[in-house]
């Protein structure tokens, strides 16, 4: 399709462009000049973003490995959390004197 977009991701992608386009070319040129005086810095963050890419998938691995039940960790939480082992301890008081 004429309207789609795509992306290059590798530094060899743009070398090939590079090739392809003509220096001499009306609309070509200015391309090929913009793209050359940027050509380290590109391809440096294509590297970039490759090494970022392979350290995210290494991460989420590991946090897969690395699960455990929620049911535990809830368990535990809620021991914490004094609010809820609290007892009504006027309730019980209020019965004694009931009784006497």
Known sequence: EEESWGFYDRADQVDSLLAFLNPQGA???LLYEQLSSRYMKVTAN?????????KAERDQIAAAAARRSTRIATDLATRQVPFMVYRNC???D???????
Do not use: G
């Open 90 to 92: 006027l309730r019980a």
């Open 46 to 54: 294509m590297r970039k973003r490759a090494q970022d890419l392979v």
């Open 94 to 100: 209020t019965k004694t004197r009931v009784r006497r």
């Open 27 to 29: 609309r070509e040129s």
